[in-house]
């Protein structure tokens, strides 16, 4: 008998989550190199892949990060988004940089991380927002002195900050030692200043020889930015030229006319600067022109779009990429040709040439960006990568997905074999290669939006500023003998019974309602609104607010906490308590929520994840108690190292970690965010886990700290509990990886280590990660041919059989296949004769998936928002007739 599993499908597309348009991406900068002299080298190993970031209509940016290892070239899920800024509301991100917070903190050829990393933020208007990347915040804003802010460019040395003006001006804030002031401005011009960016940096005049010799004698290179100096800088405007601005005396060097239509003023929305002082710029004539930087002249200009060019970006090969309302990616590539009547090499010129264009987006195209990073310096200071890996292209814009395209040059295949890091496939250059979609997810952080509860049989999703409500009518039973998941039946129906908008400050973070549907909870970053949900007789929810929740939870956070926030909740099963995890703070805070005649109150608040812990290899090693740490024996450390090897936490558990929140010791205080949570479905365990990938364990029967997990090399992307096993605990990751820790005994099960280490290449390298897990309520520990774990991404389903007894046989069918290919035969033969059990079974015609989960036993749900909807919802794109025309 094959393993089977019947499930009513009810095949959800009713949900009118839009996400929101892309309007910037940017990566990191890299270190300026040493301006010295010495010669730059190639890397004897692969640039690790940095983070970068998303900046989206609504405000929100996300912070997506490299799902493979620091040296790992190849990750078939690329970039993931692992927290998401929830932006002001209203806001919205027109211009996204990054700049270095401490540049002499990051080696000569290393790639910052998240805590090296300024990045700043503009939306129309005239502030400049710099944000907390710890705690997902605005961290301070500045004005810009000069109205609306059209664009912004960090200087290679991350110590100043260029501000294109709505009055015609540039100015310059200063970056240096953390600030964020306003250094100087520039001669104002009669146009706005669209686009902004700074000219190569030259070496300063050398210093005396007693001076240098000392400086040759010494190994460090802490001063290398300041031995660079920013000469000018570039701008594009709204009166149809560009302008060079010299940077010392804030003056106009020239200005360089663009074409015009009719009479009409061209606008130049975006421009560019090689290394060799080639500045690049795209119009909304649709043309893209390269200019002289020496004596402002255009050299070329081609006609590569049809609309405005909105954006270009630069390859570390020197290759230009541009695109704009066609949504066409074009490729310009230098090239040398041989004069006329001369074949020699050395009687060469060199010109640009548009080499390749093409269509991955349907609607207009906002933002490019490219890893590696290129950096406009002079060819004696260059810095050189590996041409064996291919840079990758990111760009994005109104249908809402970002795009990553495989770039490298065409020439760097004729030398190498370079590696395409998406693992799309074997080709890695800009006109063959497969390009990938990072698929958008409905809640921040890539997590859902969308929660059930089972036994009021109802949806809830949440939106930029509210949410909706639908209840899940009854569904007929099927007695197909074919798993469902291949044979989908559509539902029979549904109906709305909420829809709500809150006056928030910013776009909502975290929600969830509760399994009999009585109570409905929402926050922003800095207010959590608790509803009690009543049904009228029309079948309608009628929310009612609980007023006093902010001063109740006020009450167990520190006086100078300013939010009382939530960005992660879950209800228990008997929907009388509620688990919180603070926003901006990182406390748990477990909740009854009360009776008719009694108000919600906090049982109790855990400070773990507020606790700055040591890293020792793999696992965490908890800091002892203040003042504890001089007086305990060798053998005392010993013993609490041995008991947090074998998963326990006797003596560790509330004395280790309490008091740190209101210390006033800043180092005992861990800075992060906790994202996700899980309760298991009998009520006893509480799972969280944060951006430091720290996930903690709580008995909430007798409300206390249980234990710790050790610490993954990823954060994790979800946790959920067994259904027939309440004490198991399912950890996923973003790399399509799994843990599976039981939660009693704190340990990692030996039949799970069998299973993890048998998981398919189909399951580990499909392209889309992980988003969640969900377990049949109607699974039993007596059956184990019910308990089956379905994971799921954006465009699959996987179906999971976790039981001991299955992997057992699975074990010795490896084994029996070992033995056969060692003796000559075919193993994959003779385990079709023997009709071994499936234990994975993937299906991939739902797409793209929001959420999948149980409403009941043997009856799922599988929420799909239709990109073909999605983009209904948007203004016609760009279309021109090649033929026909009259």
Known sequence: MGDTATFAVHRCRFVDFTPSAITAITFPPLRLPSAKGKSPEVRNQPLKFGIFAVGRANGNIELCEWTGGDRQTQAPQAWVVQKTLAGPFPSKVDSLSFALRDPEDIGPDGVPSCSDLRLFSSGGGSELIEWDLKQGSVRRSIGSQGGSIWSIAVNPASSLLALGCEDGSVRLISLIHDTLTHHRRFDKVKCRILSIAWGPP?????????????????????????????????????????????????????????????????????????????????????????????????????????????????????????????????????????????????????????????????????????????????SSHKRKFPVDVAPILASGGLDMSVVLTPAAPAASTIVSKVVNPLSTSIVSTFEDSYHRRIAYTSGPSCTSALRIARQAKLMCCARDTGLSIWRILQKQDTSSDEDSLSEPVESRGWEKVLDMELNVRTNIIASAISDDGQWLVVS????????????????????????????????????????????????????????????????????????????????????????????????????????????????????????????????????????????????????????????????????????????????????????????????????????????????????????????????????????????????????????GVTFDPAATAADPSSQRALFWGSTWICRVTMNEQTNVAMSRKRLRESALAQSGGDPAQKVEEEHQPNNFRMVTHYRPILHVDFLGPGELVVVERPLVDVLATLPPAYFKPKYGAS
């Open 202 to 378: 030259i070496p300063r005049q050398s210093k005396s020889p007693r001076s240098a010799a000392s400086d040759e004698s010494s190994d460090s290179d802490d001063d290398d930015e300041k031995d660079w100096s920013d000469s000018w800088l570039v701008t594009g405007g709204s009166d149809s030229s560009l302008r060079k601005w010299d940077v010392v005396t804030g003056r106009v060097v020239d200005r360089m006319g663009t074409d015009k239509m009719r009479g009409e003023r061209t606008l130049v929305w975006t421009v560019g600067v090689l290394g060799d002082g080639t500045i690049v710029s795209g119009d909304s004539l649709g043309m893209v022109k390269f200019w002289d930087s020496r004596t402002c002249t255009q050299l070329q200009s081609f006609q590569g779009h049809g609309a405005d060019v909105l954006c270009l970006t630069i390859s570390p090969g020197s290759t230009v990429y541009t695109s704009g309302v066609d949504q066409k990616i074009t490729q310009f590539t230098h090239i040398k040709t041989p004069t006329p009547g001369n074949s020699s090499v050395l009687h060469s010129s060199s010109r640009w040439v548009q080499s390749c264009s093409r269509r991955m987006h349907s609607h207009d195209v906002r933002a490019l960006a490219i890893w590696p990073p290129y950096s406009a310096l002079p």
């Open 524 to 771: 922003d970053l800095y207010e959590t609104k608790l509803f009690a949900l009543e049904i009228e007789s029309t079948g309608d929810l009628k929310p009612k607010r609980i007023r006093d929740l902010s001063s109740i939870l006020q009450a167990h956070l520190p006086k100078n906490s300013i939010s009382t926030g939530g960005s992660a909740f879950h209800f228990t099963p008997d929907s009388q308590r509620l688990a919180m995890a603070t926003a901006m703070s990182s406390y748990i805070l477990f909740v009854d929520l009360g009776t008719n005649d009694t108000e919600p109150h906090v049982l109790r608040r855990f400070d773990h994840h507020r606790a700055q812990n040591l890293v020792g290899g793999n696992r965490i090693i908890k800091k002892s108690k203040p003042g504890r740490t001089s007086t305990e024996t060798q053998e005392e450390r010993d013993g609490r190292k041995k008991a947090f090897e074998l998963g326990h936490n006797d003596g560790l558990k509330d004395d280790a970690v309490m008091g740190y929140a209101d210390s006033t010791d800043d180092a005992m205080t861990a800075i992060t965010s906790v994202s996700r949570m899980a309760i298991s479905p009998d009520g006893q365990w509480l799972a969280t886990t944060d951006d430091l990938a720290r996930t903690y364990i709580f008995n909430l029967d007798s409300v206390q700290h249980h234990c710790v997990l050790p610490s993954f090399h990823q954060r994790v992307q979800s946790l959920t509990f067994k259904s027939s096993n309440p004490n198991i605990l399912t950890i996923t990751f973003p790399s399509n990886s799994f843990q599976i820790f039981d939660v009693e005994s704190c340990t990692f099960p030996e039949w799970s280590k069998k299973l993890i280490s048998s998981l398919p290449k189909r399951f580990t390298n499909i392209h889309d990660p992980i988003l």
